[in-house]
C-alpha cells in the first residue's frame, strides 16, 4: 500500500503535546477487492442507470432523453472497453448485445447533433426558413433511432445484458491463463490502465492543432474522464472543462460546415471570433490536465489543521 505520513515536532508546550499526523493512502476498497470482482460490480451498476435511461428514451425520444441515453451508452462503453480488453467479450456477446447498442449510440448521435445544431442555430439568430431545413433534416434522423429502439427490444437486450454481467466472471476464470491478474488488487490493475491512457493523451495533445487533432484529444480526454469517474470515482474539473470546450469547439466546426455556402458574413465572423475565444482558454485548460491524478484519502489527527504548503496528497 502507498502511503505518504507528514509529522511535525513535538510541541514544547505540556499543554500542547499531541502530535499531528497525516496520512494519504489508497482507498481501502480499491486495495482490497479483486479486479475481475471490481469490473463486474463496475459494470452492474452501469446496467441498472441504462435501463433507467432506455425506458424513458423509449416512451419519448426528446432531445434531453437522448441526450441522457447516449451519456448513459458512453459511460457503459468507456467500461466495456476495459472489460473487452480482459477478455469478456465474446462473439456472440459482441452480435448479440454490444453491437447493438453501438448501433443505437451511434444513431443516437447524429440525432443529438441535429439538435445542437437547432439549439445553436436559434442562439446565433439564424433565420427561421433554414432552422425549419435543418429541422426537416432532423426528422428522418429521429425516424431511424426509433426503428432501431423498436428492433432493438430495451427489455430484452439489458436482461441478457445483466445476465452475461452475472455469469461470465466463473467462465473467464475457467478459461484464463493468467488467474493471478484477475484476482490482483484493483488498484494495480487500474493504476496501469490509468497510466496509458495519460500516455495516450500526452502524444494526442502534444499535435493537437487542427479541428481533426482536436477532435482525436478529445475522444482521448473523454475515455481518460470516464476511466477516472466509473472505475475511481473521481470528478476532475479540469477535464470535464477540458471535454466541454473540445466538444464546444467541435460544435462550431459542424455549424461552419453547415453554413459554408451560406451568404452570411456576420454571422461567420461571430462563429471564428467565438472558436477563437474558445481555443484561447482551452490553451489555458491543456496545461493543466491531471496526470498522475490518483484517489487517497486523508487523514489528519486532532489538533491544528496542515498549513497550505504542505503535501496532502498522494498522486
Known amino acids: 500500500m502507498k502511503v505518504v505520513i507528514f509529522e511535525e515536532p513535538e510541541p514544547a508546550s505540556a499543554n500542547a503535546r499531541q502530535r499531528r499526523l497525516t496520512i494519504s493512502a489508497v482507498p481501502q476498497h480499491l486495495l482490497e477487492t479483486p479486479w475481475l470482482e471490481f469490473q463486474q460490480s463496475t459494470a452492474l451498476a452501469l446496467c441498472d ?3 433507467d ?7 419519448r425520444p426528446t432531445a434531453g432523453r437522448v441526450h441522457d441515453t447516449r451519456v448513459a451508452l458512453r459511460r457503459f462503453f468507456s467500461v466495456w472497453g476495459v472489460l473487452k480488453e480482459e477478455g469478456w467479450q465474446t462473439k456472440k456477446f459482441k452480435r448479440q448485445v454490444a453491437a447493438k447498442l453501438r448501433e443505437l449510440l451511434k444513431a443516437l448521435g447524429k440525432l443529438r447533433d441535429w439538435d445542437v445544431n ?8 439564424l433565420p427561421e426558413r433554414t432552422l425549419e431545413k435543418w429541422a426537416a433534416k432532423r426528422k428522418p434522423v429521429k425516424k431511424a433511432v426509433k426503428r432501431i429502439i423498436a428492433g432493438l427490444d430495451p427489455q430484452d437486450i439489458l436482461c441478457r445484458l445483466r445476465a452475461y454481467l452475472v455469469r461470465y466472471p466463473d467462465e473467464l476464470e475457467k478459461r484464463s491463463d493468467n488467474l493471478e491478474s484477475m484476482r490482483a488488487s484493483t488498484y494495480e490493475r ?8 495519460e500516455k495516450e493523451v500526452r502524444e494526442l495533445e502534444a499535435k493537437a492543432d487542427g479541428p481533426e487533432g482536436l477532435h482525436r484529444l478529445r475522444l482521448g480526454i473523454k475515455r481518460w474522464r470516464y476511466l477516472m469517474t466509473e472505475f475511481f470515482g473521481l470528478t476532475n474539473l479540469e477535464l470535464v472543462r477540458a471535454q466541454q470546450l473540445l466538444g464546444r469547439l467541435n460544435d462550431y466546426e459542424r455549424l461552419e ?32 490536465l491531471p496526470y498522475g491524478l490518483r484517489p487517497v484519502i486523508v487523514s489528519v489527527s486532532p489538533g491544528e489543521a496542515p498549513d497550505a504548503s504542505e503535501p496532502a496528497l498522494l498522486k
Open 257 to 288: 460546415t453547415l453554413l459554408k455556402n451560406a451568404d452570411a458574413p456576420e454571422l461567420k465572423e461571430r462563429l471564428k471570433l467565438e472558436r477563437e475565444r474558445l481555443l484561447k482558454e482551452f490553451e489555458q485548460v491543456r496545461r493543466q
Open 118 to 125: 437547432l439549439e445553436m442555430g436559434a442562439d446565433f439568430g
Open 53 to 59: 435511461e432506455l425506458t424513458r428514451l423509449c416512451r
Open 49 to 51: 442507470s441504462l435501463a
Open 190 to 197: 487500474l493504476d496501469r490502465i490509468v497510466e496509458e491512457q
